[in-house]
Every structure is written in C-alpha cells, then in structure tokens.
C-alpha cells in the first residue's frame, strides 16, 4: 500500500463505512440525574457531650471517698417532694419501663454502666426504671459493694427524684426502683 491519499482501497473502505452508518442516529443525551447517594450520617455532637459529662462525673464520684450514710438504706426521696412518691414506687404504681442487670460487674464498671443507662433512660423519655444490683452474698466479706455504690451514686445524680427496695417480686434487697425526672 501506497502512502499517499486517495488510494482505491482507502475510498472504497470509506464508501462502505458511509454506507454502512448511514441510518446511524446520534444518541440523545438522557435527562437524568446522578443517582442519589446518601448524605454521610450527622454527627451526635449533643450526645458525645453528654457522654463525656457522665464520664466527668463518673471520675469526680470515683475519687469521693466519703461515703453517705441513708436514713433509711432502701429509700431515698429529693428534697421537697411528696412522700407519697416512695409508697407508689414500692408499689409499682408506675410501669418498671426498663431495667439493667449488675451482676457480675466490678464496683467501677457497675457505677459506669449505671450512669450510661440512666442518660440512656433520659434521653428515651423512661421515667421508672429498675437496677438490679444483688445482694452481695458473693462478695467478698458478704458485703453489698455494688448496692451502696449505686444507691450513692444514684442520690448525687439530678434526674433522680426517688428511688426504693422494691417487693420481693421485683429484687428485694437485691434491687431498686428509681423514678427519673421527665
């Protein structure tokens, strides 16, 4: 084949290429648009505030060592409040609307998972809710270790109004009930 233009072959190809596209439409463009990605998820910055309070205050109840003594170990009522409340709360005049089970856990741990759960409880809108910490009779010394550090860590917390030993049905000694602000 020859370099130059206008060879026979190279106009006979193009012919037949012609020929061949002839009928040949130019695609329309689609009007569509990207499909829809998801926005990234936002960003609880209220929430991560509130969980770093609670584990400010966690570390601040931690270091207290002085220990608080109860009037009466099993009931507890925020000043100014109706004594009436501690009577419904022992009878679950309220509906228990979650509860949270401490055995096994370390004194530390009970306290963290304690104070999680009830910002939890707060931020769902539950306002009656039971601990369930045991008696201690594992412990050592048969001492109840998690139910003094709950019940201390429950009296310094805002939301909590009052809280009792429920009946035996509900955990006895080995439990309480607490009624949260809503």
Known sequence: MTKGRGTRNEGRESDVFR??????????????VEPYRSPPPPIPAKRQEDERAVLD??????????????EDDGVFLRPGLPRDILRKL????????????????????????TAVFLADCRRRGKRCV?????KGLRSPGREPVLKRRIRKLLTRRDEVLAFVEPRAIH????????LLEG
Request: proline content about 2%.
């Open 19 to 32: 020929e061949a596209v002839r009928d040949v439409v130019p695609i329309r463009k689609a009007n569509r």
């Open 57 to 70: 205050e966690l570390a601040r109840l931690a270091s207290d060592d002085d220990l608080i003594e109860f």
């Open 90 to 113: 022992r009878r679950t005049h309220w509906v228990i609307q979650d509860h949270i089970d401490l055995h096994g856990l370390t004194g530390d741990e009970a306290v963290a998972q």
């Open 130 to 134: 039971r601990i369930v910490h045991g």
């Open 171 to 178: 955990g006895g000694a080995g439990a309480v009930v607490v």
